[in-house]
C-alpha cells in the first residue's frame, strides 16, 4: 500500500513536468499544426541555462528560470521567424523533416560545446527529502511541482483572461476565421512559438536538479512528450496536462507493477493504441 | 429494377445526424439531380455511397448487391465514380498522367492506359493541356479534369458533387452539356448543385434534402412547386 | 549514352577494388555503399508514397539480429542469413504497416516512432534472445570459397562486393517498382490518398506493400552491417538517430529518384569521415544543418536538381 502511495505521488509529481513540456508542444501545434520535433531541444537547453547558472554562478536553478524562460521565449519567436516561417508552406511532412534537422544540429551543438557526459546537480536542500505521512517526496521534485502547477495555471489565465490569450485560442480553434476578425495570424504564430518554446524552457529547468542532463536528452524527452500530447489529443491544452500527469503514473506504477524494463514500452504501447482507436486523444471529443 | 438503391441510410457525426433515414433509388440511365441548403448531408450521401464513410445505419445497394462496408477502392471496381466538391487533382501531375493513372487500375498496361486517358481528356475538352501539371489548370479545367479521371475508372454510375461550383455562365454551360453527353453514352449521374438553373434543366428528377432528411422528390418543375422544398430551400434563400 | 552511363557506373563500382587496395578507402566504399542502400529503402516509401517513416531501424536492426542469431546458434550461412534478415524486415512490416497505416501524415510518422521504440526496447530486454544490451559478437566468419578461392574476411575487398551487389539490386528493386503498377499506386497515393482511393487503388494494400519491400531491404543491410562489423547491439542498430540517417540520405540525394540516395550516402559518409577525426558528433551538426538547407532551398534534392537541368529526362 505504501509502495502504490509513493509511486502514485511520484508519478503525479513527475507528470506535471511532462504536462508542461506537452502544453509547451501542444499549443504550438494548435496554431500552426507544426509538430515541432525540436521541442526537446527546447527542453535541453533550459536544462543546461540552469545547470550552469548554478556551477558557474551559485544562482539556484528555480531562481535562474527568471533569466532563461524569458531567454527561451525570445529564442521561440526568433526561430519561427527565421528558420520555421519560411518552410511552412512547404507542408506538413517538410516541417516534419525539417524540425528533425533542426533538433539534430541544436543537440549535436550542445554535444561539442558540453561533451556528452552525464551530469548531475546536486542542490544542497535534495539531501533531506519531505516526509508526510511515512512517503517520501525530493524538494526539489516538490518545488518543481509547485512552480509548473502555478505556471500552468498562469497560462490558463494568459489564455482565458488576456485579449492575447484569446487571439492565440481563437487562432487555434479557426486560423482563417480568426483572420477575418482582425487577428494578425502570422504574429499570434510567432508569439506562440514562443511561448511554446518557453514552457519547454521552463519545463527544463525545473527538470534539471531531478533528471540526469546530457545533450541528447531531448530525443527521449521529445518522444514522451508526444506520447503526452497524444493521449490528451493534439491541441488541447486540458488533454496534455492530463496526459502528461498519466504518462507519469503510468511510468511509475508500471515500474512497480509491470516491470522497470518495459515501463518506457508501456507508455508507447498506450500511445499506440491512442492514436489507432481514439485518434482525438482520451479526453477529446472532436468527431 | 434501380441502378442505386440506398435504404434507410443513416450516419451521425457526434450529437449531429447528417443523413437520417435516406430512401433513395437511382434508375439506370438518368440524371438524377441531388439539391439542399449547405449543411443538408448531400455530400455525406456521397460519402456514405462511396465507402469514404461508413453508415451508422441502412445501407446502399448497386444492382441489388450491397455497397456498404466495401472500401473506397472496392466500390470503384463495382463500377461507381465520383468527383470530390472540393477538387482533389493529383497536383503535380499532368492532365495525361492524372487520367492514365485511373486507367492504368482497370487496364493493367501502360500503353492502353494512356490512350483510353487520351480518349477521356478529349470527351471533356481537355486534350490541348495534356501536358499542364494539374495544378496550373484552371478551376473549371481541374473539375473537367476529375470527371475523365472519374470516367476512366468505366463506371455505370457517376456522383458529381458541385461540377459547376465557381465556374462563370459559359463555363457552367459547357459543363451542362457535358454532364448529358456522359449520360447519353450510358453512364447513369447523380449531380450535387447549387446552380439552379442547370440542375432544372438537365435533370429528369430531382431530389431535395434538408437536415439531413428527404422532403421532396420527382420531376424539377414539380419539386419547385413543392411547399416544402420553396420553405427550406428557396424561402431560405430568398431572404 | 543514359542506358550506358548507369551501367558504366556499375562497372566501375565493381571493378574498384581491383584499382586499389586502401583498406580505408573501400571501408568508405563500404560505408557509401551500405547507406546507399538504406536510403534506397527508406525512399521506396518515403519518397515515391510520402509516407515519411521515423522507425525504420527497427526493421533494419530487426535483420541485423536476425542474421547474427541464425549464424551464431544455427550456423546459418550469411547469405542466407542476409536474406533471412530481409525476410524477418518484411514480416515485421506487415503488421507495422497494417495498423501504422489506419493514420495519415504527421501521425503515421509518429507512429513508426513509437513502434521502433518498442522494437528497440523488446531487443534491449529480451535477453534470453539478444543477450540484451551486451550484444552479440561474431569472433570468426566461415570459410567461403569463390572461383576456387578462399575470401579473406580480414580484407574489405570482399565486403566492398557484397555491399555493392546489395546496393546495386536495391536500386534496380526500386527502379522496376517506380515503373510498376504498384510505382504508379504509390505517385497517387504521394498526391492524394482520397483521390487515389476513389479510382479505385487500394491505397492500404500498396502502401504496405511499399512498407514490407522497404522493409526487407533494410534487413538485408542491418543483416550485412551484423556481418561486417561482427557485433551487434541495441544501441548500434535500433537508434532513433539511425532511422533519421536514412531520412536524410534519402532528402539530401533526392525523394523519389533512383540514384539520389547515393549522392546523399557519399555525402553523409564524407561528412562524417571529415569531421570524425576532429571532434566525434561535428558530422552530427551538419547533418542538421544540411537537411534544414536542402528542404529550405533545394527541395528536390541534389540529385533531384540536377536531374532537372539535364534535359529531355523526367522523373515524376
Redesign the interface.
Known sequence: METFVQSLVSGVLTGSLYAMIGVGLTVIFGVMRI?NLAHGEMVMLGMFGAYWSWTLWRVDPFVSGILWVPVLFLAGMLAYRF?VR??VP?G???T???T??????????A??LWT?DYRTLNLPYAAQPLRPLGISVPVPLFVAFALAALLTLGLYLFLARTDLGRAVRATSQDQEAAALMGIDVDRIATFTFGLGTALAGAAGVLLVPSLYLYPTVG?ILV?KC??VV?LGGLGSIPGAIAGGVLLGLVESLGAVYV?V??K??LG??I??SV??FR?QGLFG?R? | MALLELSALTRD??G?RAVSDLWLEVREGEILGLIGPNGAGKTTVFNLVTGFVRPSAGEARLDGRPLTGLKPHQVVRRGVARTFQIVKPFPHLTALENVSLAALVRTGSRGAAAAEAERRLAEVGLSARREAPASELTLSDQKRLEIARALATGPRLLLLDEPMGGLNPREVEQACGLVQRIRDSGVTVVLVEHVMRAIMRISQRVVVMRQGKKIADGPPQAVVADPAVMAAYFGKRAT | MRRLLPAAAALLLFALPLLTSNQFLLHLGVSVLLWTTLGVAWNLLGGYA?Q?S?GHAAFFGAGAYTTMILYLSRGVSPWWGMLAGGAVGAALALPIGL?CF??R???F???T???A??VR??A??WESLTAGPVGLLITALPRVTLLGRDLNWERKEPFFAIAAAIAVGAMLAARWVSRSRLGGSLLAIREDEDAAEAIGIDTTRAKVAALMASAFLAGVAGGFYGLYYRYVDPDAVFP??LS?EM??IA?VGGLRTVAGPVVGAVFLATVAELFRDR?T??H??F??????IV??WL?EGIWGRALRLLPSRREP
Not at chain 1, 100 to 109: F, P, R
Not at chain 3, 287 to 292: A, P, S, T
Request: charged share 5%; no cysteine.
Open positions: 509538430i528558420l519560411p518552410i512547404g506538413e511532412l517538410n516534419l523533416l525539417y528533425a534537422g533542426l533538433s539534430l544540429l541544436v543537440a549535436n551543438l554535444l561539442l556528452g530525443e518522444v508526444f506520447v497524444v516491470s524494463a518495459y518506457d514500452a508507447f504501447l500511445f499506440l492514436l489507432l485518434p471529443t468527431a | 457525426f457526434g449531429l | 510520402g515519411v521515423f495498423t489506419r493514420l501524415g504527421p501521425y510518422s509518429l507512429a516512432l513509437a513502434v521504440e518498442i526496447l523488446v534491449l530486454n532513433i538517430s533519421v531520412v536524410f532528402v571532434f558528433v561535428g552530427l551538426i547533418y542538421g544543418l544540411f537537411m534544414m528542404i529550405r527541395p
